[in-house]
């Protein structure tokens, strides 16, 4: 069946750098756009970053240019993001988001999330 599993979540202090990764199974993955989705306390859940299944192109809420880099290893099913200079606004829940659409129909799948906590 399909999974995704992340991982790689925790508490950090501001200015710490984390990395979450996100395991694939069940779906052909290298034909997925990946995405790093979060969701804090009292918030609708956002996208922080996507990662096309094409040509590797990306793309970055405002809030996380240039802190966070989304990758993608298509051999290891695995995406990852790479969180630096951490700020207490970046804690909420992390989700790993794959989605294909197929003529009309999408197909999406989600993992179950992983926490990260910013605070000193």
């Known amino acids: 069946q399909v999974q995704l599993v992340e991982s790689g979540g925790g508490l950090v202090q501001p200015g710490g750098s984390l990395r979450l990764s996100c395991v694939a199974s069940g779906f052909t993955f290298s034909s997925f756009a990946m995405s790093w989705y979060r969701q804090a306390p009292g918030k609708e859940r956002e996208l922080v970053a996507a990662i096309s299944s094409v040509d590797e192109s990306t793309n970055y809420a405002g809030s996380v240019k240039g802190r966070f880099t989304i990758s993608r290893d298509n051999a290891k099913r695995t995406v990852y993001l790479q969180m630096n200079s951490l700020k207490p606004e970046d804690t909420a829940v992390y989700f790993c988001?794959?989605?294909?659409?197929?003529?009309?129909?999408?197909?999406?799948?989600w993992g179950q999330g992983t926490q990260v906590t910013v605070s000193s």
């Open positions: 988001n794959a989605r294909r659409v197929v003529i009309a129909y999408e197909y999406a799948y």
